[in-house]
């Protein structure tokens, strides 16, 4: 098993910054990328940034511009730094590792989410 815990989640105004953090814990084998979702009330959960070994980035059109994600392999946690925030960027936002885990024989994949942390954009 590995498990994921968000935190830095809050309210911010519009135009304000916020980062997000994301451990990851447990006997983790290699973890091979990282992603950032979120999910708005009456919404679908969406994907907003990836990142994986090679540096390769993925970010939605509605965050390119604004949000990095960046990640310290050496203790398995990913970041996301929020700027220039907008009351669309609302929701509660979960990590997600894909890697491998170790095990008595081979190391085996592994898909793990958080709890997610609530972001408020509102004046």
């Known amino acids: 098993q590995v498990q994921l815990e968000e935190s830095g989640g809050g309210l911010v105004q519009p135009g304000g910054s916020l980062t997000l953090s994301c451990a990851a814990s447990?006997?983790?084998?290699?973890?091979?990328?990282m992603r950032w979702f979120r999910q708005a009330p009456g919404k679908q959960r969406e994907l907003v940034a990836a990142r994986n070994n090679g540096g390769g980035t993925d970010y939605a059109d509605s965050v390119k511009g604004r949000f990095i994600i960046s990640r310290y392999d050496a203790k398995n946690t990913v970041y996301l730094q929020m700027n220039s925030l907008k009351p669309e960027d609302t929701a509660v936002y979960y990590c997600?590792?894909?890697?491998?885990?170790?095990?008595?024989?081979?190391?085996?994949?592994?898909?793990?989410w958080g709890q997610g942390t609530q972001v408020t954009v509102s004046s």
């Open positions: 447990g006997s983790i084998f290699s973890i091979n990328g």
């Open positions: 997600n590792a894909l890697g491998y885990y170790k095990t008595d024989s081979i190391p085996k994949m592994f898909d793990s």
